[in-house]
């Protein structure tokens, strides 16, 4: 599975941005999808996921208020739509995927996109 991440950007705090993740190969449908994050100097997070077939979604705390997790399959694309953005989400963002169509354990992702940079000033 080979991921690729758009729509990284400049945007002033309050503002909204939506991130793409694109998706080779024949299985995107059973397989989960996650986005996470990686502030300068700190670990990489959690964002949210979403299960092969969208019928679940799971979000860390302080996101889910504000972003939504989704996909279309029939594009083998995921997105995530991120509202009210405060400088604290600037980070890189990293799409990924999982080898099982349930969202599962954060470790269970092991195919990786490269990553699109999202900056907000304040």
């Known amino acids: 599975v080979q991921l690729q991440a758009f729509g990284g950007g400049l945007v002033q705090a309050g503002g909204s941005l939506r991130l793409s993740c694109a998706a080779s190969?024949?299985?995107?449908?059973?397989?989960?999808v996650a986005w996470f994050r990686q502030a300068p100097e700190k670990a990489r997070e959690f964002v949210a996921a979403i299960s092969g077939s969208g019928g679940n979604t799971n979000y860390a705390n302080g996101t889910q208020d504000r972003f939504i997790i989704s996909r279309d399959n029939t594009k083998a694309t995921f997105y995530l739509q991120m509202n009210s953005l405060k400088p604290d989400d600037s980070a890189v963002y990293y799409c990924?995927?999982?080898?099982?169509?349930?969202?599962?354990?954060?470790?269970?992702?092991?195919?990786w996109g490269q990553g699109t940079q999202v900056t907000v000033s304040s």
């Open positions: 990924a995927a999982s080898r099982w169509p349930s969202i599962g354990h954060l470790s269970e992702y092991q195919y």
């Open positions: 190969g024949r299985t995107f449908s059973n397989r989960a």
